[in-house]
């Protein structure tokens, strides 16, 4: 059987090679073409290049559940076009021990897919958005039109809010605002910075201003009578520290989504956000689907296994092959719905990741046994009516 496990895997991973990069050179040359307009004296065609490249990995991420599954229908239809799946049956495998295999060859892919999700894919994307921003002065993720927004509770119960407009690299940031909040949630200072830098201990402001708001501003506003004193002072410093727990890195993972983000780094970037009571939803479930990720890529494996019992001889190989690939895009595109569906009716996140691919591995599965148990009863009819 480990002959047969070499040989399958050999063929699948030929197969997915091939399938993988015509659909990374399909998609990259897509995208270049979309994004042709930017050239210009400043950002050249070898620049566009460049920020290609660096996304190949995402989309290899991306695209690898989609290209292992064509692979792997394109690889056990030729095999069994050649009758060389019939040798394996003959031999004593069934199909839940074919299933067995392929699950066996999947292995490396699944470590594969981990190493390029942990390790390579958030490198990458952070160097990308670095790139961004010195090629285009501008990075993509999590940033809103007014820049990116933070909140954080207070040691005396407040709060206080950090709004940044750009973010360059090194963790040099510019356009900073901070608000501090009182624990009745009244305005108590409003800094405002043009440029600032990350480090060990928070933030540094450069020529800051500060703006402090009188405690009783919100009575005087409500009396009869002009105040006597002013309700603000402002006062300008060269430096300021703000003890902040906002780090470099976890800037860096509000640049980049929550799916291109580490599973380590999701985590911590949770605990985060739970702490300063803000919403974890979408973070939430690309944890689950970064878990599921090896899952569904057994799954793939699975909607394939049903291609190794087909009867070639009773129709085109093209023909079930489109069909198998045609079911699993429509998978692809149901757990992308699901996602969608799942943020917006608030279901728990292990169930938005992990019941399209459930579903659909119960479906592979049953699919897989009533073939299985059709081909055992044809070869037992036909042994009878011999013996007759």
Not at 65 to 79: E, K, N, Q, T
Not at 364 to 378: G, K, P, S, Y
């Amino acid at each position: 059987m480990r002959t047969a496990r070499r040989y399958l895997a050999s063929e699948i991973y030929r197969s997915c090679a091939v399938v993988l990069l015509a659909l990374l050179g399909l998609f990259t040359f897509f995208a270049l073409i979309d994004e042709l307009d930017k050239v210009n004296k400043n950002f050249t065609l070898l620049n566009l290049f460049y920020l290609e490249s660096l996304q190949l990995p995402t989309r290899l991420y991306e695209l690898l559940p989609i290209g292992l599954l064509i692979g792997a229908v394109l690889a056990l239809a030729s095999l069994a076009q050649r009758n060389e799946l019939v040798i394996l049956r003959v031999s004593g495998v069934s199909g839940l021990g074919m299933l067995g295999m392929l699950w066996v060859v999947t292995i490396p892919l699944m470590v594969g897919a981990f190493l390029l999700s942990e390790y390579i894919t958030p490198a990458v994307q952070i160097k990308a958005s670095e790139a961004q921003l010195q090629l285009l002065g501008r990075s993509g993720g999590g940033r809103l039109s007014s820049g990116y927004w933070f909140k954080e509770n207070t040691a005396d119960g407040g709060s206080r809010i950090i709004n940044i407009r750009q973010i360059q690299a090194s963790g040099q940031v510019s356009d900073i605002t901070v608000l501090e909040m009182l624990p009745e949630q009244a305005l108590d200072t409003l800094t405002q910075a043009p440029s600032g830098q990350f480090h060990s201990n928070g933030l540094r402001l450069d020529n800051a201003t500060i703006i402090t708001i009188d405690p009783t501003a919100s009575q005087a506003l409500h009396a009869e009578t002009a105040p006597e004193k002013p309700l603000s002072t402002m006062s300008t410093e060269p430096t300021l520290e703000v003890r902040t727990a906002l780090t470099a890195d976890r800037l860096i993972a509000r640049i980049l989504t929550p799916e291109m983000m580490s599973a380590s780094d999701l985590i911590e970037y949770i605990a985060y956000l739970k702490a300063n009571e803000l919403q974890t939803d979408r973070q939430m479930v690309a944890l689950w689907r970064k878990i599921a990720y090896p899952f569904t890529l057994l799954v793939m494996m699975t909607i394939a296994a049903p291609v190794s019992f087909m009867q070639t001889r009773r129709g085109g190989v093209g023909t079930k092959v489109f069909a198998g690939i045609l079911i699993g895009v429509g998978f692809f595109m149901a757990n992308q719905m699901a996602l969608n569906i799942g943020t917006l009716s608030k279901w728990a996140p292990w169930v938005t990741a992990l019941g399209p691919n459930i579903i659909a591995l119960a479906i592979a599965l049953i699919a897989l046994l009533i073939m299985e148990n059709r081909n055992r009863f044809t070869r037992r009819r036909t042994l009878l009516a011999t013996a007759d």
